[in-house]
């Protein structure tokens, strides 16, 4: 038998509800949500769409990025989180922007735990330059930006868990590239950059070689490989393949680079012929044993002497003029500021 129901002493019996009925709490809920979901509606369509203009370039969740027409030959890049454009980016008089590119929206850049957009600013003419832009993925705000110069740029690369940082790019010292560099010809030196929290630098541990005669670790990681592809695509085609491959295609190349060294005919007048003593010596500064490939510059054109101190000199400036040359000393264990040093001043004392 059901139980009985209760009794109220002024209305008498409780009516039980009629079965297949929702208790009246229900009921208002499901009342009040249906009126906040209209009035959601209408102050969604209420609500100010944002004023985008431009060409999009990079989207990330409630980011957008676009670059906005400033004249016929320059644009600048205008950030959007939601409905809020925040504060524009400050605009570089002497190196206006002709183009921006996405370089990637899927992968972290700058230790943030999540996507970060990185987008690739070129000047264009005939010593164009490329300005990179790290804009954090959820809010959209500027990271950092730096200019490569010259120089073409990988997409940043996700590292292992073992590195100290997140990501790295590859590109070329721009103090090594044609029309920055007084040398025409001149060979180029890769260097590997990554974000360091307040600014960006070279991945020294990864571009130390362990002997003089070993190449830069990375070179040997098929992580990097990604990015020695999409770097070779303005210069030349990388060797590719196993790691022993790989290493057998770097050895091969260290060999080709000290014979066309050893017989380069050194020219004070002719810079050009400095070439081959260049292509050398980048190999061994930018792997941090620039002392070992000094010396072995130095034994090969010993006959010589005033043809390779000029070749030096010209060396020692150029390094001079690069933009990390205190990470540079730094990789070659502090020692890099005082060889060049040494290298200038049988010069200086000709004087």
């Known amino acids: 038998m059901d139980d009985p129901l209760p009794i109220d002493p002024q209305q008498g019996p409780s009516r039980r509800p009629p079965s ?5 709490i229900f009921v208002k809920l499901a009342v009040i949500g249906v009126i906040f979901g209209c009035v959601g509606v209408i102050v969604t369509l209420l609500m100010p769409k944002p004023a985008y203009e431009g060409r999009l370039v990079g989207q990330s969740g409630d980011v957008h990025i676009y ?10 890049l205008a950030v959007w989180h939601g409905v809020r454009k925040l504060d524009a980016l400050p605009a570089d008089p002497d190196n206006p922007i002709q183009q921006f590119d996405l370089s990637s929206s899927d992968r972290q850049a ?3 735990r999540h996507p970060d957009l ?10 164009c330059c490329l300005t990179r832009f790290v804009f954090d993925g959820p809010s959209g705000k500027l990271i950092g930006s730096l200019s490569l110069g010259s120089s073409s740029a990988s997409r940043f690369i996700p590292l292992n868990r073992t590195d100290r940082y997140p990501a790295a790019f590859l590109a070329y010292d721009d103090a090594t590239l044609d029309g ?8 180029l030196a890769p260097i590997l950059v990554v974000w360091r929290g307040k600014n960006f ?4 541990e990864a571009m130390k070689a362990t002997t003089a005669d070993s190449p830069s670790p990375y070179l040997l990681r098929p992580d990097f490989e990604e990015a020695r592809l999409e770097l070779a695509t303005t210069v030349r085609a990388e060797t590719t393949g196993t790691r022993g491959d790989i290493a057998k295609a770097l050895n091969q190349e260290a060999q080709d680079r000290l014979a066309q060294m050893k017989a380069a005919t050194l020219n004070p007048e002719d810079a050009k012929t400095f070439a081959p003593l260049i292509r050398f010596l980048n190999d061994y500064v930018y792997k941090g044993q620039a002392e070992a490939g000094v010396a072995i510059v130095k034994q090969a054109h ?3 002497p005033d043809a390779l101190s000029v070749a030096l000199q010209t060396y020692a400036e150029q390094v001079r003029q690069s933009q990390w040359i205190g990470d540079l000393n ?3 264990d502090g020692k890099l500021i005082s060889l060049l040093d040494q290298i200038d001043r049988p010069m200086k004392q000709t004087q």
């Open 201 to 204: 630098g070279l991945f020294i």
């Open 302 to 304: 010993a006959a010589s």
């Open 67 to 76: 670059a906005v027409p400033t004249n016929a030959d320059a644009e600048n």
């Open 110 to 112: 700058a230790g943030t």
């Open 180 to 187: 920055q560099s007084e040398i025409s010809g001149t060979p």
């Open 118 to 127: 990185v987008v690739d600013g070129w000047s264009g003419g005939m010593h």
């Open 20 to 24: 297949g009925t929702f208790p009246p």
């Open 330 to 332: 730094v990789l070659n």
